[in-house]
């Protein structure tokens, strides 16, 4: 349901569209982490060809395997299989930037990745370059 109020200041009408909000994507949480070559392999050796993939074998890295890369910071939330499956779909990122290939040759080292949700849900992975 919308509610359309007008206000009137000097001659010029303003429209305000208020309404029920969507589901809300609230910041849940951001760390910074290397993606780094060994994060392009899962725990069985095979190559990951997508990015997202790449983020979620970094948090298995991390939290299971303790195969950290010297800037790979901590999460509170990637600690299972579970809550890291729910970042496959749901990554958001410069795709003329971040590659597979250039994650692989090391040519992107450091980032920031920032998870949105509702506490106990991820909707979205927002990965961005970030300065090391």
């Known amino acids: 349901m919308q509610r359309i109020s007008h206000v009137m200041a000097g001659g010029l009408c303003a429209v305000w569209l208020l309404g029920a909000p969507a589901a809300a994507q609230q ?4 760390y910074f982490t290397m993606l780094t070559p060994q994060d392009t392999y899962n725990s ?24 950290r890369d010297a800037a790979d910071g901590p999460d509170p939330f990637f600690t299972t299989a579970e809550r ?4 496959t779909g749901r990554c958001a990122y410069d795709p003329s930037y971040h590659t ?23 909707s979205r992975v927002q990965i961005f370059e970030a300065a090391g």
């Open 27 to 30: 910041l849940m949480f951001e």
């Open 44 to 67: 069985r050796g095979a190559p990951l060809n997508d990015v997202c993939a790449i983020v979620q074998q970094d948090r298995a890295n991390f939290h299971k395997f303790g195969k």
């Open 84 to 87: 890291r499956a729910m970042i």
């Open 100 to 122: 597979v290939g250039r994650i692989r040759s090391q040519t992107i080292g450091f980032v920031l990745v920032r998870v949105y949700g509702n506490g106990s849900s991820v």
